[in-house]
């Protein structure tokens, strides 16, 4: 059993920036496959960006050049960094673990564990 809690979201004006973070429980957290999803009202969730157990990252086209992700093992946490925030960025961002793979995943389905959400909101 694996328990994600997210943390850092918050009111932004647009151009502002914000980090979250994950804190996993779990003796393996360094094995974990880790992502970021968010979900706007109204919307499906959606993949942002996500970054295997050796580091590989990859990022959705909305978030390249804006947002980082990066962990640290030794705290089991998991952070999302996010500059030049914009009004369609908006919505709950949630954080996955995926046990078993090797690579970073962009698909809901191949991730195990959620947390609960932290709403971000980027407004003026």
């Known amino acids: 059993q694996v328990q994600l809690v997210e943390s850092g979201g918050g009111l932004v004006r647009p151009g502002g920036s914000l980090r979250l973070s994950c804190a996993a429980s779990?003796?393996?957290?360094?094995?974990?496959?880790m992502g970021w999803f968010r979900q706007a009202p109204g919307k499906e969730r959606e993949f942002v960006t996500a970054?295997?157990?050796?580091?590989?990252?990859y990022y959705a086209d909305s978030a390249k050049g804006r947002f980082t992700i990066s962990r640290d093992n030794a705290k089991t946490t998991v952070y999302l960094q996010m500059n030049s925030l914009k009004p369609e960025d908006t919505a709950v961002y949630y954080c996955?673990?995926?046990?078993?793979?090797?690579?970073?995943?962009?698909?809901?389905?191949?991730?195990?564990?959620w947390g609960q959400g932290t709403q971000v909101t980027v407004s003026s």
């Open positions: 779990g003796r393996t957290f360094s094995s974990y496959t």
């Open positions: 970054i295997s157990w050796r580091g590989i990252t």
């Open positions: 996955a673990a995926d046990l078993h793979s090797i690579l970073p995943v962009t698909s809901r389905g191949e991730y195990d564990y």
